[in-house]
């Protein structure tokens, strides 16, 4: 990982630029010349995170650090998982979470900054059999920061992931998810969420590797972008030799609300095997005139119409969320991002 | 019966590649490699004026300082471009007047790729019955151009590459590469550099071309590569459909093909450019053989309301790797993509197309069908993007991948970037097997095995088959049956 190694040494040179494929969209050696210095240890008190309302184990680490999540077999437990970066330093983080045979997890990770940090997060999820992990995640940077999250999840057969990504981006912003789907009825929800406005960036990016048959993978993107800002999707499945009746499906929909906003989308699909049924749907565009005018002509004010169909729009994915007080928080963030602006 | 009959006759005839035959034709060589002083013989040979050999002369420099690209998913071994002929012809006497003069054996070629070459033929058919000019490229240069006297009284130009240069000098100084720069990707900075032939339409104002025009190129010679370069100009209100197709004998070597074709569009013009690509595709089994077909292809819209289409069936070739793509300048100007890309055996294809959207109110439609059976990889790659001018753009794209059998790859790569908050860009792709039931649904009403998949499959590539003129039809039809012999049981 050439992020990692960037942020040990602070040499530049390191980072991924736009001339690897993979980073196309999302230059990170072309925005920054000069690292920022290690960040300092951060004594004081990190706060309330977006979750702390809703209890379970709280993991926090400021300015970078190294945790483990075990949760033995048969054990179910809630976890808020805060990445908070404290001032203008660089650092990254290593937490490794492992869930025994039929072990449940609810993981509900936040990302807070609140100053040009440079941070990045490596998350490394295994499942044993029948084990289920529900992961929501807001991201809810400061525009000046550069924030990169890597995480791979490997799966057992039997188990089951779903992960709920929301964020307002950064500076610069990657969340990046890569799954290893043995099959064997093993089950997979990815779905993301991005409101951008400002200059703000980010990168949705997940890689879906079906290794065995019978695996089944869904995933729903759906974003608005505003002003300046800049959403990127990327979203590959590959099927690989013999992962018959492999069904998966990937749509992204993105709204573009202003004339200097822009979204870049990559859906991939990679097949090696034959016996598959998989599909993706990609659409980007303006909000619906017929809509809006319907709106308007009912009497709602016109920053109130926009708030309400670009909060229908998104609510789609919203609704998806499993755990109800989480779809609530989420629902909530959604609506103070969106609500009352034209 | 009479359906039986043909089938029988089909699967004998086409056992193998139907156009693998060699031809020992009196070729010229130029030496084999490639250095200045080839591209000097190449265009001393073609009787240039030095502007052109100067210009051949710097894509050649250039040439030398680029890096063979490797970002598409397709593998070969490295191409040692110093050990092949860059330039083999028929040899004439002072190039042919009339089909008369043409080696005989030469017209025995194209009789045999079933080009209807004699005019004579052609005119004593049916009143009314379809006329095509040809221009028939033979390994390095244009052998013959059909029509040409016809054409010219509508004010059309339809000649070889060469003769346009020496004869239409200004024409081709203002449009050649004007659409794809010499040094826009390796092998079209290559092609600019050892360009032999090719063909060059110019329709003038207004004009909507009486006849479709068409060129069969074949590479005949061992060794050697074919580069081409057709430049097409379809003046303000100007209409012209082009047909392209392409065969090649059986080799054990790889031989390149990496023509470019540019086409340019002033306002109102519309140009239809088909092509039928049956290159051979190397040895099924073992991979051996077969031509690298590395093509770059681009229509400039420059004009407002201009239209462009592309439509392809892709059966041949070991490695097909190009992207037709339209740049849409003008307002209003739209461009249009249907692809078949069939792999069997052991071929590689990495093809799509790129609309970049860059005036306002323009408008792009994608129909892309991929078959990949056998050993083969088959990947859709294309770039939707629109500028923060072009308002009111608008994409449709469609892709669908068909696979049949275990051991075949079939990938979706589309590129979307959308830079203006008017614009609307919609994609779909599904990638599905050959369907259990529909196949049984056929076989129980008694068709083989065989023709239940050309069947089925007929019905998958519908959408893009019925854009191609109706000569182009009836041999892709018959191409996607043969393409996929074999593949099934």
Redesign the interface.
């Known amino acids: 990982m050439t992020l990692a190694a960037a942020i040990r040494t602070g040499d530049a040179g390191l980072l991924p630029s736009r001339r690897d494929e993979d980073w196309r969209w999302t230059d990170l050696r072309g925005l920054l010349r000069v690292l920022p210095d290690a960040s300092a240890a951060f004594a004081g008190d990190a706060g309330a995170g977006p979750f702390s309302a809703l209890g379970g184990e709280d993991l926090v680490l400021v300015n970078g650090g190294r945790a483990e999540i075990a949760v033995e077999a048969g054990e179910a437990r809630q976890v808020c998982l805060r990445f908070v970066s404290r001032g203008a330093g660089r650092h990254a983080s290593v937490v490794r979470v492992t869930l025994g045979e039929g072990a449940r997890l609810r993981l509900l990770e936040s990302y807070e900054s609140d100053g040009a940090s440079l941070a990045q997060v490596d998350l490394d999820i295994v499942q044993a059999g029948q084990a289920r992990v529900e992961r929501v995640v807001i991201a809810d940077d400061d525009a000046d920061a550069v924030t990169v999250s890597q995480t791979q999840v490997r799966l057992s057969p039997g188990s089951r992931f779903s992960q709920s990504v929301l964020t307002s981006g950064a500076r610069r912003q990657r969340l990046e998810t890569r799954i290893l789907h043995p099959g064997g009825q093993a089950e997979l929800r990815l779905d993301g969420i991005y409101l951008l406005d400002g200059k703000r960036h980010a990168d949705l990016t997940t890689v879906v590797t079906h290794q065995g048959v019978d695996g089944a993978t869904g995933q729903l993107t759906k974003g608005v972008v505003r002003d300046q800002s800049r959403a990127v999707f990327q979203g590959r499945i590959t099927v690989a030799e013999g992962a018959d009746r492999t069904a998966a499906r990937m749509a992204h929909h993105g709204l573009i609300l202003s004339d200097r906003a822009e979204i870049d989308a990559k859906p991939e699909l990679e097949i090696y095997a034959d016996d598959v049924a998989c599909a993706h749907g990609n659409t980007v565009g303006a909000l619906d005139q017929d809509a809006l005018f319907y709106a308007l002509q009912r009497g709602i004010p016109a920053d109130e119409a926009l708030a309400l169909l670009t909060e229908a729009f998104i609510g789609e994915v919203v609704d998806r969320i499993e755990f109800e007080p989480a779809r609530d928080i989420a629902r909530a963030w959604v609506t103070a991002r969106l609500g009352g602006r034209p | 019966m009479a359906a039986a009959t043909k089938t029988v006759d089909q699967v004998a005839a086409l056992e193998s590649y139907e156009h693998g035959f060699v031809t020992d034709i009196d070729q010229e060589f130029a030496p084999k490699g490639l250095n200045a002083d080839i591209v000097r013989f190449i265009s001393a040979k073609k009787q240039e004026p030095q502007w052109m050999l100067d210009w051949r002369l710097e894509a050649f420099e250039r040439w030398l300082a680029m890096d063979e690209p490797d970002?598409a998913k397709v593998s070969f071994p490295k191409i040692d471009y110093q050990d092949a002929f860059y330039y083999a012809a028929p040899k004439a006497k002072d190039g042919p007047k009339s089909l008369d003069e043409v080696d005989p054996e030469l017209l025995a070629v194209y009789a045999k790729l079933g080009i209807p070459l004699k005019e004579q033929e052609v005119l004593a058919g049916v009143e009314g019955a379809p006329r095509y000019a040809v221009d028939a490229v033979f390994d390095s240069v244009s052998v013959v151009t059909t029509f040409k006297k016809e054409l010219a009284e509508a004010g059309i130009i339809f000649c070889p590459m060469s003769e346009a240069i020496r004869d239409h000098g200004e024409l081709v100084r203002k449009y050649l590469a004007s659409v794809v720069p010499v040094s826009d990707n390796y092998f079209a900075c290559l092609n600019s550099a050892v360009f032999s032939d090719g063909s060059f339409v110019y329709v003038p104002p207004g004009v909507r071309c009486p006849m479709e025009l068409s060129t069969y190129f074949r590479i005949n010679a061992e060794n050697s590569g074919q580069f081409e370069r057709t430049l097409i100009i379809a003046d303000k209100g100007a209409y012209v459909s082009y047909l392209e197709g392409c065969t090649a004998p059986m080799r054990d070597e790889n031989q390149l093909h990496a023509a470019v074709v540019e086409l340019v569009l002033l306002d109102d013009a519309e140009i239809k450019y088909s092509t039928v690509q049956n290159w051979y595709p190397g040895d099924p089994a073992t991979g051996k053989g077969g031509i690298y077909n590395f093509v770059t292809k681009r229509a400039d819209c420059r004009g407002d309301r201009s239209k462009v289409s592309w439509t392809q069936v892709e059966t041949g070739s070991a490695i097909t790797w190009k992207y037709p793509s339209c740049v849409l300048r003008g307002e209003g100007s739209s461009g249009e993509f249907y692809s078949i890309a069939i792999t069997n055996g052991r071929q590689q294809a990495d093809t799509g197309t790129k609309m970049i959207h860059l005036g306002a109110n323009t408008r792009s439609r994608i129909i892309s069908k991929g078959i990949s059976a056998g050993r083969s990889s088959n990947t859709y790659r294309g770039l939707v993007s629109a500028h923060?001018k072009a308002?009111g753009a608008r994409n449709f794209t469609q892709c669908d991948?068909l696979?049949?059998?275990?051991?075949?790859?079939?990938?979706?790569?589309?590129?979307?970037?959308?830079?203006?908050?008017?614009?609307?860009?919609?994609?779909?792709?599904?990638?599905?097997?050959l369907s259990e039931d529909q196949l049984f649904y056929a076989m129980q009403r008694g068709l083989s095995q065989e023709e239940a998949v050309q069947l089925l499959v007929n019905g998958f590539v519908r959408d893009v088959l019925q854009q191609l003129p109706m000569e182009f039809a009836v041999e892709a039809q018959k191409l996607v049956a043969i393409s996929l012999e074999g593949s099934v049981g």
């Open positions: 970002w923060p308002k991948s696979l049949i059998g275990k051991t075949c790859a079939a990938h979706t790569v589309p590129y979307v970037e959308a830079r203006n908050g008017q614009c609307v860009f919609e994609h779909e792709a599904t990638t599905t097997k």
